[in-house]
C-alpha cells in the first residue's frame, strides 16, 4: 500500500511540472526569480516613464503642445527626400613611365579633389557658369522660377549682379519686418600670399542686402569698409575679415556687429567689433581682440531669447569651441567663459535654438575642402554639448559626407512652422573666390538623434537634425505666420 501511495505522490509532482511548463504566464514558470525580474522591468518602465514625462514638461513650461494640420503639411513639403546618382570620376589618364619614374605614383582622384580641380568637369557641375543663376533680373526667366532656390547656382540681388555675403549670417529687424543679410564681400582677385598658402582676396568689406520674402535680396552697400592705406588697422585690406554676425541691442539702440580678425598669416586669431545707428550702416569699427585670452577664429555670436548675447568660437588651433556670455551692452565679454567640444576639431558653428534645447551645427577642419558636418545639442548654450550626427539627408553619400559640398554659416528659423529653419551655407570655390555659391536648404528638427549621448545613459532626449537636399526648392505659401 506504501508503494502505491509513493506512485501517486510522484505523479502528482510530475503533473503540477507539466502544468506549469504549459502556463502561458512566464512569470509563473518558474517562481520568484520571473517574478521578481517582471518587477524590476516594470519598475525600471516606470521611472522612465516619469523621467520623459517631467523632461519633456521642462522643456514645454508646463504647457500642451498643439501641432496644427497646416503645420504639418507644410513641413512635409519641405521633408522630401531628393535622391541623387552616385558620382562616376572620368578615368584616368595613362601616364608616361619616366614621369611615374621621376615624380612616383599619383594619388589616386576622390570627388572632393575634383571638385577643387577647377578644370574637371565635377567642378564645372558644382559652379554652373552664368546661364544658370536665380534672382528676379534673370534674363529669360519664367515665373514658375519665381521664388525657388536654386542650391550652388549664381544668386543675383535686384540689379542683376550676384550676391556677395559670403560667411554671413541674417538679422531680422522685427520693426521693419526685413532681413538684412550680412556677409564677405569677395568680389576681387584670388591670390595666395604665399607659394602654399591658403587662397584669399584683399579686405573689400561686409556687404549688406535687404529682404522681405527671403529670396529677393536688396543691395544695401558696404556697411563696414575695409582700409586701403593704414597698414596698421585691423581692416587693411591685406587682412582677413570673416564670418560677420549683427544681433541688435534694445538697451542702447544700437546694431552690433562681431566678426573674425586675423592677419595675412591667420596669426592674429581675434575677434573685431563694430556698432551703428541703423542696420544698413555704416558700422563704426571699434577694436579687436583676442576673446577670453585665447586665440579665436570661425565665430558666431547667438542671442537667446531673454536678450542675453553669447560668443561661439574656435579656439586653441582649432581643437575646441569656447563660448561666453557678452557684457550688456554687446561691446565685451563677461568673465564666464566655457570649453565645449574639446579636442573634436571643428569649426564654422551655427547656433539656434527650438523648444528649449539648443542646437549647433559644425564642420570639420579641411581648409576650403568641403567635410561632414556634424549637428549637436545641449541644454545650455553653455554646455555640455553632445553630439547627435550627421544632419545631411539625401542626395548620395558623397554629398552627404560633404554637407552637399558646402560649409555652414548660419541656421535661420521660420517662424510660421515650428521646428523648421534654413541653413545656410557657402561652397567655397578656392580657385575664384568671388565665385563661391550659397546653398541654402530646409532643416528640420524632429525624430531620433542618428548617435549615442555621451553622458545620458544612452536615452534620446535630442531630436534629431535633418538638413534636406533640393536641387530646387521654394518656401510654402504662408511661412511667416501659418494659422
Known sequence: MARLFSEVNKGRVRMRRIRRKLSPFPFNNAGGRFSLSVA???????????????????????????????????????????EEPDFRLPSAHKRNPRAVKRRGPKKPSTAISKFLDESSEIHSMFFPDRSLTVGLKVENSSSSSTGYFYPGQIWLDTDGNPIQAHGGGIFFDARSETYYWYGENKDGATYHAQHKGTARVDIIGVGCYSSNDLWSWKNEGIVLRGKERNMTHDLYKTNVVERPKVIFNAKTN??????????????KASVGVAISNSPTGPFTYLYSMR?????????????????????????????????????????????????????????????????????????????????????HAAASVMGPWENIGNPSVGGNRVLRLTTFFSQGTFVLPLPGIPGSFIFMADRWNPSD????????????????????????????????VSIFWHKRWRLPEGWKNVN
Open 291 to 375: 576673446p577670453h585670452g585665447s586665440d579665436s577664429r570661425d565665430m558666431t555670436l547667438f542671442k537667446d531669447d531673454d536678450g542675453i548675447a553669447y560668443l561661439i568660437y574656435s579656439s586653441r588651433e582649432n581643437i575646441d569651441f569656447h563660448v561666453g556670455p557678452l557684457t550688456e551692452d554687446y561691446l565685451g565679454l563677461t568673465g564666464v567663459m566655457k570649453r565645449i567640444l574639446v579636442r573634436q576639431h571643428r569649426e564654422a558653428p551655427a547656433v539656434f535654438k527650438h523648444r528649449g534645447t539648443y542646437y549647433m551645427i559644425t564642420s570639420g577642419c579641411s581648409g576650403w575642402a568641403p567635410n561632414r558636418a556634424m549637428a
Open 433 to 464: 573666390l568671388r565665385d563661391s555659391r550659397y546653398v541654402w536648404l530646409p532643416l528640420k528638427v524632429g525624430g531620433l538623434a542618428d548617435e549615442p549621448m555621451d553622458y545620458t545613459f544612452g536615452f534620446p532626449l535630442w531630436s534629431r
Open 254 to 267: 544700437q546694431y552690433v556687429m562681431w566678426m573674425h580678425i586675423d592677419d595675412g598669416n591667420y596669426n
Open 40 to 82: 524590476l522591468w516594470t519598475c525600471v518602465f516606470l521611472i522612465m516613464f516619469i523621467y520623459f514625462f517631467t523632461y519633456i514638461t521642462k522643456r514645454t513650461n508646463g504647457r500642451l503642445i498643439h501641432v496644427h494640420p497646416n503645420h504639418l503639411s507644410v513641413a512635409y513639403e519641405l521633408e522630401e527626400i531628393e
